[in-house]
Each structure stands twice: as structure tokens, then as C-alpha cells.
């Protein structure tokens, strides 16, 4: 996984999902949580997040995150952690934590 923060944008971040075994385990989408100068966290009912339906290169909206928008300043530093869901809602061990700037 990597993140940067999108050139000429202070709403939008990019990352990169790389998962191998997405389909060989069931990935049916992603959560991707996002933190302003901290470590995101993981709870879906306080934390911002974003779902990403499938690997690969994604832009994360800042402005319209679930539970909230961030807009970082100059010099902050956005924060990604993602899991993993499958079809029966199982959800993976976090991976992050991705830093963009």
C-alpha cells in the first residue's frame, strides 16, 4: 500500500491497494481509514473512513469521508489504515500505516 496526497489538492489522497490474495480469499471490499497527523483508527462508527471496492490505485475524498471530512494544511501528514472485508463481513487485521503529504 502506498498514499500521497493528490498534486494541486488539498481534498483529495491517492492510494495504492496491492493485495495478491484478494481473490483467492473472498475480498469483496476495502475500508480505508484515514487520520489527520495521527494513526487512524479502526471503529466504523466514530472513525473517518472511505470503502474502496477493489485493489489497485484509488482517490480518497477528504471532503466526504464517512463520519466527518479532513483538510489537511500544509505540512500535515494524512494517515491510512486499511482492512479488508469479505462477502460473510469478516474483516482482516489492519494494515497501515501509509503516510501522505
Not at 36 to 56: C, E, H, M, R
Not at 60 to 82: C, E
Amino acid at each position: 500500500m502506498t498514499g500521497k496526497q493528490k498534486e494541486d489538492s488539498t481534498t483529495v489522497a491517492a492510494i495504492t491497494l496491492v493485495d495478491d490474495d484478494a481473490a483467492t480469499e473472498g475480498v469483496d471490499h476495502y475500508i480505508v481509514f484515514v487520520g489527520l497527523n495521527v494513526a487512524p483508527g479502526t471503529n466504523q462508527f466514530s472513525d473517518k473512513y472511505q470503502i474502496v471496492a477493489s485493489a489497485g490505485k484509488r482517490d480518497i475524498d477528504l471532503s466526504s469521508l464517512i463520519n466527518g471530512d479532513l483538510t489537511p494544511d500544509d505540512g500535515d501528514h494524512v494517515n491510512f489504515t486499511v482492512v479488508a472485508v469479505d462477502d460473510a463481513d469478516h474483516v482482516s487485521n489492519p494494515k497501515g500505516n501509509v503516510t501522505a503529504r
